[in-house]
């Protein structure tokens, strides 16, 4: 198996929920998790990071209510 270089991420179960089920809309070859720990941590590939939150932010976006007027 090869080395890859990873990130720690703390997140609460929910937001960690959130990575999961987008890490598994990818490709397989196209994971960013490396390994689900605990309730509140994820090892992700750290290449993928910046990239990894900009999709989160997204994601948490949609799930935002907001009153429109």
Known sequence: ????KGVLITCDAA????LL??????REDNYFVIEDLDQTHLLIKADEEEGMRQELEVELE????SMEP
């Open 21 to 26: 089920q987008m890490n598994e809309r990818r």
């Open 62 to 65: 949609k799930n935002t209510y």
């Open 1 to 4: 198996m090869k080395a890859v």
């Open 15 to 18: 937001v960690k929920q959130i």
